[in-house]
């Protein structure tokens, strides 16, 4: 754009004068742009300025309806603003990097003016408006350029993450997290809780962009927790600030072609040397999440006395290989195989055959998480929804018009202020539960919750789609975020144990929770 003192004043009637193909102005929200040389060069041709209603006219409308506020903001589009006019404002406009949404249902409750939350206090404000201020700066720019080259998230990201603690936040509160300055220091370690999680995780997910997203060391949150729970002291004061300091990195290995939710029927096996002071490993695990940039890999396997999981470091024998998925390969997902690798016995997290446990306990955190990113991705659609139903003209009329449009938002809200209720919830037994509590309670209903989550997520994405129209299968333009989340949800719903699974096992513990007496 021209600078300020460039930039001319002008009446609509002195706009209108400019009509013609050699000389050709219109109007964009109070905005004069001359476009009489970029008309040729428009993606969608000449002739749509050639129009009675645009040509020397307002032409805010038509802009809106088939672009997004952002193309004015790029500069060979600013450069075209020569004025703008006399007596009126611009009334549209980007947020700010770090600010809220104003759009209904585009932030949770406990962030929307006038209303209420027992559950966040002070802490989690200021840790929110610290982490919207970091993941709009630094995180989302790097989340556009790399979903869409597939180059794994940048290492100025991992280590500005780093130096604010985020790695170790997203673990979780913990013993991890004593004596670090978190976020420059707007929460302390010690008052820091699984609210405070919950804020790291959906101002994360914001940048909307899934595969990256679990790029940016989604290996760690669950492949570091098994380390840190049942691992050894030497090696937890090891690998613990590697990994969160983001100088190496970990994934969590147990899906293979042969078994996925299924972890008792996994064939890794793991067999001790002759001197008994080695595990001897072989096998493959597939779409494991950060496995072709990862140095140390969480693996469940097959031994004599059960099935146990041990950690293990990249080393000979091991081999990664990237599986192209219908997200992108910043995830990093990949197939490993193990071929005779050497491994010291005090890499065996938890007790030897008591692997079970180490990974069921250490679901239940991945699940929830999964809840929590899911969540706020439902919300994002929620506000693409929203904004084109207000912007976009159908038989003559707004899209909002029409009550089977609004029929699906509503169904879209619903779906997604229940999610987040469900959340909270568990949220607070999790922050009034011990660690053992938690898998010994909480593995039903945050399985029934990640059904719930991602049969909503889905049901949403295709009410975006049929919104949206062909723009919602188009991977760029207006639609561009529900194309992206309709070909990605799928994910959600798989990773980390499928639906049905996940159900089964929510209804199961229900029955043996059964009392006895109880009859109709």
């Not at 428009?42 to 307002?58: K, M």
């Not at 350029?145 to 603690?165: C, F, Q, W, Y």
């Not at 929830?368 to 912007?391: D, F, H, P, Y």
């Amino acid at each position: 754009m021209a600078s300020s003192k460039d930039l001319k004043v002008f009446t609509r009637q002195e706009v209108a004068k400019h009509n013609k193909p050699d000389d050709l102005w219109i109007i964009v929200d109070s905005k004069v742009y001359n476009i009489t040389r970029f008309k040729d060069l428009h993606p969608g041709g000449a002739s749509v300025f050639a129009e009675e209603d645009i040509a020397g006219q307002d032409a805010t409308e038509a802009f809106y309806g088939l672009h997004r506020h952002e193309v004015l903001l790029r500069p060979q589009y600013t450069r075209l603003q020569i004025g703008y006019i006399e007596g009126e404002e611009s009334v549209i406009y980007s947020r700010e990097p770090g600010m809220l949404s104003d759009v209904p249902y585009a932030e949770p409750t406990w962030l929307s003016a006038g209303y209420y939350s027992p559950y966040f206090k002070e802490s989690h404000r200021r840790l929110q408006a610290a982490m919207r201020e970091f993941v709009d700066k630094v995180i989302t720019p790097d989340a556009l350029l790399h979903e869409e080259d597939g180059k794994r998230p940048s290492a100025h990201v991992i280590t500005a993450m780093a130096e604010l603690n985020i790695h170790a936040m997203r673990i979780g509160p913990g013993k991890h997290l004593k004596g670090l300055t978190l976020m420059g220091g707007v929460v302390s370690p010690e008052e820091f809780d699984y609210f405070h999680e919950l804020v790291c995780i959906q101002e994360i997910s914001r940048c909307g962009q899934r595969g990256y997203g679990d790029g940016l060391q989604s290996g760690a949150v669950i492949g570091l927790p098994p380390v840190m729970n049942f691992g050894s002291p030497e090696l937890k004061s090891k690998i613990i600030p590697e990994v969160l300091s983001g100088k190496k990195f970990i994934c969590l290995a147990i899906s293979e072609a042969f078994s996925g939710s299924d972890v008792t029927g996994l064939q890794t096996r793991a067999t001790k040397s002759s001197d008994g002071k080695y595990w001897i490993i072989n096998g493959t695990k597939k779409w494991i999440t950060n496995g072709t940039f990862a140095d140390y890999f969480t693996v469940g396997c097959k031994t004599d006395t059960g099935f146990t999981v041990v950690l293990v470091e990249r080393s000979e024998g091991v081999e990664t290989k990237p599986i192209k998925t219908s997200y992108s390969s910043s995830a990093g997902t990949a197939y490993v195989t193990f071929e005779n690798v050497k491994v010291p016995i005090e890499n065996t997290l938890g007790p030897e055959g008591g692997g079970i446990f180490v990974i069921l306990s250490n679901f239940n955190h991945e699940r929830w998480v999964m809840c929590a990113s899911s969540a706020r991705g439902q919300r994002l659609i929620v506000e693409e929804c929203l904004k084109w139903i207000n912007q976009r003209k159908a038989f003559g009329k707004p899209l909002s018009s029409l009550a089977v449009v609004r029929s699906k938002i509503a169904a879209m809200i619903s779906r997604t202020e229940s999610i987040q209720n469900w959340l909270e919830n568990l949220t607070m037994q999790m922050c009034n539960m011990s660690y053992k509590e938690q898998a010994q309670k909480l593995a039903g209903p945050i399985g029934l919750l990640k059904m719930y989550t991602t049969r909503c997520a889905q049901e949403t994405a295709t009410d975006a789609v049929q919104i949206f129209g062909g723009r919602g299968i188009t991977k760029t333009g207006m639609g561009q975020y529900i194309e992206h989340y309709h070909r990605t949800i799928p994910f959600d719903a798989v990773l980390g144990g499928a639906e049905d699974v996940l159900g089964d096992l929510g209804v199961r513990q229900a029955i043996r929770q059964m009392p006895k007496y109880a009859r109709l």
